[in-house]
């Protein structure tokens, strides 16, 4: 059974500086991409960054890029993401999901998320 736990949301000034982390356990292998995706109340979930488990090839959301950065450990199954000059706007649910081949963008498993608050 896979299992996402997400950490280290919480409450940044605008501009400030946020490390999310991301625990995967149930892999069969190093073969998903795993995702960071974040979700308003009232809006659709918007893609943020993926980054490939197995080869580190990374993507993001255009509105993130230059901001934000994705990085993995293989051996350990985890995922961070380092959000840096972060606004108000991007205050939110932030969550960890897998997506398993063919890495249609529809992630299989999700964690729980992790609250994100930028204060103006």
């Known amino acids: 059974q896979v299992q996402l736990v997400e950490s280290g949301g919480g409450l940044v000034q605008a501009g400030g500086s946020l490390r999310l982390s991301c625990a995967a356990s149930?892999?069969?292998?190093?073969?998903?991409?795993m995702g960071w995706l974040r979700q308003a109340p009232g809006a659709e979930r918007e893609f943020v960054a993926r980054?490939?488990?197995?080869?580190?090839?990374?993507s993001y959301a255009n509105s993130v890029k230059g901001r934000f950065t994705i990085s993995r450990d293989k051996a350990k199954n985890t995922v961070d993401l380092k959000m840096s000059t972060l606004k108000p706007e991007e205050t939110t649910v932030y969550y960890c999901?897998?997506?398993?081949?063919?890495?249609?963008?529809?992630?299989?498993?999700w964690g729980k998320g992790t609250h994100v608050t930028v204060s103006s």
């Open positions: 149930g892999l069969a292998s190093s073969m998903y991409h």
């Open positions: 980054i490939s488990l197995n080869t580190g090839v990374t």
């Open positions: 999901a897998v997506d398993r081949y063919p890495y249609d963008g529809k992630y299989d498993y």
